[in-house]
């Protein structure tokens, strides 16, 4: 996506709102320009060590997004991230060293980012966060050429087939497969229906587009596009013309303001048909906003992760433990995607450290070495293909003002009808 910050009219929803947005243009990168000649060698305990590692202390990067657009996005997983680091070290560290993780805020700015890199770039092993598809884009040769594991909070399938950079989760082709899915076995959609899709322009849209495509034409189904652009938060012409297509459900691929503006003005104008959304396009802080009641009755969301309101046993602790550490704090889903990603890096320190290395190169390996990984906050992870994403598995849910992260689970994850006939056809 690009970079073009949100004019936005004086509304409530929307500098809130577009705190989610962030999750379709995230993404992770650090790097090290030090290569081996600057190595630690191998440590006193006698594992091998590289960039951000010492024999006391592992050292993690995150490119966050603290002043900007995507500040309050940007708070929960570094919060999050924080927290998971917090619990490690006080169970002894991974590998007897204490995680640190360095935080630098480039406020949604690629010039910053790149200098924050930069500045990172030879005292950290990985990066666990980055906000920004194009902090992403800028710095995505950098990070594969220095060997960074990055784990993007983005999920466009053009971030796929790189060692060092991990999708987790979906990517949005599948996520909108699953949604037509959705809509087919439990709206009464069928052959011949006109479904809107409303998409941001860059990656996310596009690749949202190609699975919403390729879903419609197995169901029989036709596709009405509508392309905006990010600064795009009063959707009127966008409704009326999906009424003059008579559609009978609406896909929106954008951000929280969007989807608000979609589904407040379709439900003023009589246009009450379900809207569904993958992850970024939904944020807690719409249901203190006027869409609210549109948005219970109408909206749906596709997304890898379970809603914070799961009865997960690893997701009520995460919580439970959330709460206790940042009282009155906003529990979104950026909570349990920046807690995830952090859990599932220190997965792979520790195989590496099992393996003997804690290099960057060894770290990478320790992670494309894994096919099963769950760490009981959602669905079990792939990583051994990089090429494909770590899971086809979507979970749906609805808004819910009064749920934790005001979203509750419609149905448990599952593989759409489709999905692997899809990547197959892709990867051929």
Not at 39 to 62: C, F, M, Q, S, Y
Request: proline residues 4%; aromatic residues 4%.
């Amino acid at each position: 996506m690009k970079s073009t910050h949100h004019t936005h009219r004086a509304r409530p929803t929307t500098l809130l709102a577009t705190a989610l947005a962030v999750l379709l243009l995230t993404a992770t990168g650090c790097s090290s320009k030090a290569d081996s000649a600057k190595n630690a060698g191998d440590g006193a305990d006698g594992v091998k060590a590289g960039p951000g590692v010492t024999d006391k202390v592992i050292r993690l990067g995150a490119l966050t997004d603290l002043t900007g657009p995507y500040a309050t996005l940007g708070k929960s997983i570094v919060q999050a991230q924080q927290m998971w680091a917090d619990e490690v070290n006080a169970d002894g560290g991974i590998c007897g060293r204490r995680v640190e993780i360095v935080v630098k805020d480039h406020g949604y700015d690629v010039q910053k980012a790149v200098t924050a890199y930069a500045d990172l770039s030879e005292d950290v092993v990985a990066l666990p966060q980055v906000i920004g598809s194009p902090v992403m884009a800028a710095l995505l040769d950098d990070i594969e050429r220095d060997k960074v594991l990055t784990f993007p909070q983005a999920w466009a399938a053009s971030l796929l087939g790189r060692d060092a950079v991990q999708v987790l989760g979906t990517t949005y082709d599948i996520d909108m497969i699953a949604a037509v899915d959705f809509l087919t076995r439990t709206k009464g959609l069928g052959k011949g229906d006109t479904v809107g899709h409303v998409y941001f322009e860059g990656d996310y849209g596009a690749n949202a587009l190609e699975g919403s495509q390729w879903a419609a034409k197995k169901a029989g189904l036709k596709i009405a596009g509508q392309k905006i652009k990010a600064t795009d938060t009063d959707l009127s012409a966008q409704v009326s013309a999906l009424r003059k297509e008579g559609v009978k459900a609406v896909l929106i691929s954008a951000g929280p303001a969007q989807t608000a503006s979609l589904v407040g003005v379709a439900a003023s104008r009589g246009l009450k048909v379900p809207v569904v959304t993958s992850a970024p396009g939904y944020a807690p802080q719409l249901m203190k906003t006027p869409a609210a009641p549109a948005l219970a009755a109408l909206l749906n969301v596709v997304s890898a992760a379970p809603a914070v309101s799961s009865e997960l046993p690893g997701v009520r602790k995460m919580v439970a433990d959330y709460r206790k550490k940042y009282p009155g704090a906003l529990l979104d889903s950026g909570v349990l995607s920046g807690y995830n990603a952090a859990r599932l890096m220190g997965n792979d320190l520790k195989k590496a450290c099992e393996g003997g290395s804690l290099t960057r190169e060894a770290l990478i390996e320790a992670h494309r070495a894994q096919s099963g990984v769950d760490v009981g906050l959602g669905t079990a992870q792939d990583f051994s293909d990089k090429a494909q994403p770590a899971s086809t598995e979507a979970y749906i849910h609805k808004p819910d003002a009064k749920a934790v992260g005001a979203a509750v689970n419609v149905e448990d994850a599952h593989t759409a009808p489709g999905v692997k006939e899809y990547l197959a056809s892709r990867s051929s």
